[in-house]
């Protein structure tokens, strides 16, 4: 379908292509358990990372502000 | 347990307060027990937009401080039934999300919704309002502005343990969708791959009046829009309005 000026403006200024790709997450993980070899944890003023391998899982979580913001696992 | 949704925006003066006051008046009106948290703790009105600010007494620092219980400082109106709203006053922005966390929670346990008003912006007052939510709403007007920022909003939800319920429209002028001349809400929600949960049609009435005619557009698409929320049924379109024509008129 023709889009019409503003929604092509809109589609343009939507453009999603920087963002980062899919399994971005579980690269720089994979990185963090080659360097660690282990569990990790880090925290800069109030946001704090803990990433916990489990077998051959991984969880993370994130807080922010002692808030949760996410807990992930990855397979 | 409730569904505890937070309704974001990005951009300010989307209407995202009206929304909140809007969608908490039509659930109770359906039965449901809502509680409404003003969350926007730097400019806040949800007590406005439901015409209950000199009813304020306890606000959220009040229940977090353990000053007030929580059902003590929930205000109630016979004009809502069903609806109770914390308030927030200028002054509370040093809550910790934890604690906000944790008082939602409480409400939690005893609504079938509770609605948060998160502030503009993704900074640390949009952080306490959506660590406490298990869910999201996202408005936004047709304004290329304002969807980018909530496209940007859409972004800094994607840390955050939160299901994206869909997108608000709101503010739509048919005439000029139907003229090339602005974007419809069902191409914004494409563009955002979201569901659209409805559009609002702009209109002069502000705030909690545009619900007060029973057969007006607004409380229509309010309707439809708690209905997209609770079961899922498909949000309201400006298009479908009726129109009429006066006879003789050129």
Redesign the interface.
Same mark, same amino acid.
């Given at each position: 379908m023709k889009q019409s000026d503003p929604e092509r403006r809109m589609a343009e200024a939507l453009n999603r292509s920087d963002r980062l790709p899919e399994g971005f997450g579980k690269s720089l993980l994979n990185d963090v358990d080659r360097v660690l070899g282990g569990w990790f944890e880090y925290g800069a003023g109030d946001l704090n990372l803990k990433i916990t391998p489990s077998g051959r899982n991984y969880y993370i979580e994130i807080t922010l502000d002692a808030a949760r913001l996410k807990t992930l696992k990855l397979l | 347990m409730a569904r505890i949704i937070a309704v974001v925006s990005g951009k300010g003066g989307v209407g995202k307060t009206t929304v909140t006051a809007n969608l908490g008046i039509i659930l109770g009106g359906m039965g449901y027990k809502v509680t409404l948290i003003d969350a926007d703790v730097g400019l806040n009105n949800l007590d406005i937009a439901l015409g209950l600010e000199d009813r304020v007494v306890y606000d959220v620092f009040d229940v977090i401080s353990g000053r007030a219980l929580p059902e003590e400082a929930l205000i109630g109106s016979q004009d809502f039934p069903g609806v109770g709203l914390l308030p927030s006053v200028k002054g509370s922005e040093g809550i910790? =999300? +934890?604690a906000?966390?944790a008082i939602t929670a409480i409400y939690a346990k005893t609504a079938d919704y509770v609605l948060i008003d998160a502030p503009a912006g993704v900074e640390?007052g949009f952080?306490?309002a959506v660590? =406490?939510a298990k869910e999201v709403v996202i408005v936004t007007t047709p304004h @290329?502005s304002a969807?980018?920022d909530a496209?940007r909003t859409l972004?800094a939800l994607g840390?955050?343990?939160v299901d994206v319920c869909g997108l608000v429209v709101n503010r739509v002028i048919p005439e000029r969708v139907q003229k090339?001349? +602005?974007?419809s809400g069902d =191409?914004?929600a494409g @563009?955002?791959r979201l569901k659209l949960l409805g559009e609002l049609p702009e209109s002069d009435e502000i705030g909690i009046n545009s619900l007060s005619a029973p057969r007006s557009e607004s409380r229509k698409a309010y309707i439809r829009l708690a209905e997209a929320i609770d079961s899922d049924k498909e949000g309201y379109r400006v298009s479908e309005r009726k129109r009429f024509f006066l006879f003789g008129r050129k």
């Amino acid at each position: 379908m023709k889009q019409s000026d503003p929604e092509r403006r809109m589609a343009e200024a939507l453009n999603r292509s920087d963002r980062l790709p899919e399994g971005f997450g579980k690269s720089l993980l994979n990185d963090v358990d080659r360097v660690l070899g282990g569990w990790f944890e880090y925290g800069a003023g109030d946001l704090n990372l803990k990433i916990t391998p489990s077998g051959r899982n991984y969880y993370i979580e994130i807080t922010l502000d002692a808030a949760r913001l996410k807990t992930l696992k990855l397979l | 347990m409730a569904r505890i949704i937070a309704v974001v925006s990005g951009k300010g003066g989307v209407g995202k307060t009206t929304v909140t006051a809007n969608l908490g008046i039509i659930l109770g009106g359906m039965g449901y027990k809502v509680t409404l948290i003003d969350a926007d703790v730097g400019l806040n009105n949800l007590d406005i937009a439901l015409g209950l600010e000199d009813r304020v007494v306890y606000d959220v620092f009040d229940v977090i401080s353990g000053r007030a219980l929580p059902e003590e400082a929930l205000i109630g109106s016979q004009d809502f039934p069903g609806v109770g709203l914390l308030p927030s006053v200028k002054g509370s922005e040093g809550i910790k =999300a +934890a604690a906000f966390q944790a008082i939602t929670a409480i409400y939690a346990k005893t609504a079938d919704y509770v609605l948060i008003d998160a502030p503009a912006g993704v900074e640390q007052g949009f952080h306490r309002a959506v660590s =406490a939510a298990k869910e999201v709403v996202i408005v936004t007007t047709p304004h @290329l502005s304002a969807v980018k920022d909530a496209d940007r909003t859409l972004e800094a939800l994607g840390v955050y343990d939160v299901d994206v319920c869909g997108l608000v429209v709101n503010r739509v002028i048919p005439e000029r969708v139907q003229k090339g001349e +602005a974007v419809s809400g069902d =191409a914004i929600a494409g @563009l955002m791959r979201l569901k659209l949960l409805g559009e609002l049609p702009e209109s002069d009435e502000i705030g909690i009046n545009s619900l007060s005619a029973p057969r007006s557009e607004s409380r229509k698409a309010y309707i439809r829009l708690a209905e997209a929320i609770d079961s899922d049924k498909e949000g309201y379109r400006v298009s479908e309005r009726k129109r009429f024509f006066l006879f003789g008129r050129k």
